[in-house]
Nanobody
């Protein structure tokens, strides 16, 4: 059974940082492309970043240069380091993997506010 569990959200001031984690179980983690998505309040869910099994990364333009996606295959864990946070980064952040169907975590709330 595939399970994804995010953590690390919280309240931070503009310009601050947060580090999100996603622990995966029930999958061969190192063989899979993993992604982060987010859903701002009142808006659609949007893609944030991708890490492939080969270590390639890709980012949405809105976070490029501020966010860094990484993975530790030995720990079955994906990370999202978020720096220089802005109020518009406020959202529920989800990790995602596709294995014949879409799997999502429960999400973690990140709020950027003074």
């Amino acid at each position: 059974q595939v399970q994804l569990a995010e953590s690390g959200g919280g309240l931070v001031q503009p310009g601050g940082s947060l580090r999100l984690s996603c622990v995966a179980s029930g999958i061969i983690f190192n063989l899979n492309t993993m992604k982060w998505y987010r859903q701002p309040p009142g808006k659609e869910r949007e893609w944030v970043a991708t890490t492939t099994r080969d270590g390639m990364t890709n980012y949405a333009d809105s976070v490029k240069g501020r966010f860094t996606i990484s993975r530790d295959n030995a720990k079955n864990t994906m990370y999202l380091q978020m720096n220089s946070l802005k109020p518009e980064d406020t959202a529920v952040y989800y990790c995602y993997v596709r294995l014949g169907r879409d799997y999502w975590g429960q999400g973690t709330q990140a709020t950027v506010s003074s």
